[in-house]
């Protein structure tokens, strides 16, 4: 009943138009796009009887559709189990590009180290690439050689691990299980669960029940969690992270509640306010432009 196939490593722009109309010649009635920046109204126009799905954007079609979801969380978790691994309060993290996604995960594992750490600073490295192993070994290096006795990530391969195992300081990734890398510096990670999504939406397609939303999966619904944790991760830390993350199912606690201040001490968001996915410009996951206070680094990149 499904044919699917796939093509990896296209570049937005010409690469990418020229692989979407071949599929489309192929007979491909449904396309996901798997990473930023890929589909939007314009090109979803171009081919209205194909059903469209982007990962991790805003723009909704008749026949395109946004998914995403609360990784923030998950992030914000493993960030805890940073914080109550570093001894100096001076972690460092590897990011990808300076936009709003990243920028919230950065903000979220800040926080999450804060609160097991009080104090903590986490130090940025931008690398400008997902995926990136060469550029991502230096930048960890860069950050031990700075101070960092904990390295956290939100890019896609295990080269932060493979350094933090040969420099013997704990690690924490991201969207994958990846301890096979670094068994003796793993920690954790926040990953995603994309297959139930997935899925679902196909057979919707199938059946002709198919319409265009934006998702936003939580812990609650299966979307995101976290990574085994590694061999050095204590009970009491593995409790107050199992604690955190019930308050989040159950809404009692959100990472993005105000009193929220930026680097320079400006307070961001109210006493009280929740953070919105999309509504609140600048204020909201999806505009987020800001690094929170103790962060260093520019979220320009």
């Known amino acids: 009943k499904v044919q699917t196939t796939y093509k990896e490593n296209i570049a937005v722009g010409a690469q990418l138009q020229q692989t979407v109309a071949s599929l489309v010649n192929q007979g491909y009635k449904m396309i996901f796009g798997t990473s930023y920046g890929y589909f939007d109204k314009a090109l979803a126009a171009k081919y209205p009887s194909v059903l469209f799905e982007q990962a991790t954007g805003t723009d909704v079609a008749k026949n395109l559709s946004e998914y995403f979801g609360a990784a923030e969380d998950t992030v914000f978790l493993s960030g805890m189990a940073a914080g109550a691994a570093s001894k100096t309060g001076d972690i460092g993290y590897v990011v990808a590009y300076p936009i709003p996604e990243v920028i919230r995960h950065a903000n979220a594992f800040a926080l999450g ?55 013997a300081i704990p690690w924490v990734g991201y969207d994958s299980n990846a301890e096979k890398f670094a068994p003796k510096s793993w920690v954790t990670a926040a990953v995603y669960n994309w297959g139930a999504y997935y899925l679902k939406r196909v057979k919707e397609a199938m059946a002709g029940t198919w319409k265009s939303g934006f998702y936003y999966g939580t812990i609650k619904d299966g979307f995101t969690g976290l990574a085994p944790y590694g061999p050095d991760v204590s009970a009491a830390t593995k409790a107050k992270i199992a604690a955190k993350m019930k308050a989040i199912e159950d809404g009692s606690f959100y990472e993005f509640t105000g009193p929220l201040y930026d680097q320079t001490g400006k307070l961001r968001v109210k006493k009280g306010v929740r953070m919105q996915v999309l509504s609140g410009g600048t204020n909201s996951l999806y505009g987020m432009n800001w690094l929170v206070k103790g962060v260093i680094g520019s979220p320009k990149g």
């Open 113 to 167: 180290a804060q609160l097991m750490h009080p104090g903590a600073k986490v130090h940025l490295v931008w690398t400008n690439s997902w995926f990136d192993p060469a550029k991502e070994k230096k930048a960890a290096q860069s950050l031990h050689a700075a101070g960092a006795d904990v390295l956290g990530q939100n890019v896609d391969s295990p080269a932060t691990g493979q350094f933090a195992e040969s420099a």
